[in-house]
């Protein structure tokens, strides 16, 4: 159950103060009976809300894709650096947005592409437990070429779980299993099953080689929409959610 003031909130209705006025001045009816208490409870599940003849479509949860750009945080706050919330909307920067609207598995500053945000703790728990071995897939350039024998090597390294060393307050650990498909001498995709702290980073360093640029291409069977710009956000389908579930 939800306040009803905060619901039309989160509809883009206005403020809290604003929609007491919607309240009093528009014909609110909650199943039929009209309504001015903005403290009246409404169950998003059941209950039918219409205003002046128009049935408020609520949504129940909401998802969103981004193609992250380099140099944005992924968090609310992060002093004088811009975050992706930044460069979310107003629309989704509301009271109610601000408190439930979260990022699934972050991405580093310096890496860009698919970022899903949501209001589905169910959705989250399950796309970042490492129960579930949802997959990542990552682009990579590399700092300098690999031969084909080295690269025969990394993938048989990476196939068999490579041993990670420790990182800043980060302790060493061994890998699940990866599997990497060769573009270029010095460009791949790499897939991955769990989300350890630059985890793509800390695999290429632990076979000679770094990272020159990173960017997430696909989580599970959604993958990045390829008309979206850098920073440029949308609305996943139907489809695209059910794909994630």
Request: aromatic fraction near 8%.
């Amino acid at each position: 159950m939800e306040r009803i003031d905060k619901l039309l909130a989160h509809e883009g209705f206005g403020s809290r103060k604003e929609i007491r006025k919607v309240l009093h001045k528009c014909e609110v009816l909650l199943n039929g009976t009209r309504v001015t208490d903005p403290g009246t409870q409404f169950d998003i599940d059941k209950d039918i809300l219409i205003i002046d003849g128009e049935t408020i479509d609520f949504h129940k949860n909401i998802y969103l894709m981004m193609n992250k750009p380099q140099d944005a945080v992924c968090s609310t706050k992060e002093g004088q650096k811009q975050t992706v919330f930044d460069l979310l909307d107003d629309c989704f920067r509301t009271p109610y947005f601000i408190e439930k609207l979260h990022i699934i598995g972050r991405l580093d500053i310096d890496t860009e592409g698919l970022l899903l945000f949501t209001t589905d703790g169910e959705l989250t728990h399950r796309l970042i437990s490492p129960k579930t071995h949802i997959s990542k897939t990552y682009y990579c350039e590399l700092e300098h070429e690999e031969t084909q024998d080295h690269q025969q090597e990394i993938t048989r390294q990476f196939e068999k779980g490579i041993d990670i060393e420790a990182e800043h307050n980060e302790a060493g650990f061994t890998a699940q299993p990866a599997f990497i498909k060769w573009q270029a001498p010095d460009k791949a995709l790499l897939t991955i099953y769990e989300g350890k702290y630059h985890q793509v980073k800390r695999m290429f360093a632990a076979v000679g080689n770094k990272i020159a640029f990173l960017k997430r291409v696909s989580i599970g069977e959604l993958e990045l929409d390829p008309e979206l710009g850098l920073g440029e956000y949308r609305l996943l389908t139907e489809e695209e959610v059910l794909s994630l579930h």
